[in-house]
């Protein structure tokens, strides 16, 4: 997925996605997310803020091991209808431990979530997201 700069100026500008993923039955589960894209893969930490349950029992990373399809929808609201726009993208998710990748992903983190920066994200699961496909509707240039 090599989105057109209109498209990644939207996507990076976001502050919130919500995940979608599902268990192996196909049963729903959707999240808001902090995230990051790098161009090619969409990165989002499972950070230190309050769970009722450790990061390994999350429903999030559960549905990613037994279903790693996801979807990813990023959108803007405005009561001025004719400013709303949203991105909707398909793709299947993987969890990273540590790696390349992993440092990568949380030096960008950190660098557009100042409250990552004194948090042990280093430390923890990230998943990892690979775009297959991108659909977008309304005005992107907010």
Known sequence: MSPPKKLLAFIRSARIAHLATADRNGQPHVIPICFVFDGKYFYSPIDEKPKRVAAAKLKRLKNIAENPN????????????????YVLVSGTARVLQRGANHRKAVRLLRR???QYRSMAIDQRPLIVIRP???TSWGDLAK
């Open 70 to 85: 996801v979807a990813l929808i990023i959108d803007h609201y405005e009561e001025d209808w004719r400013k709303l726009a």
């Open 112 to 114: 557009k979530y100042p």
């Open 132 to 134: 297959k496909r991108a």
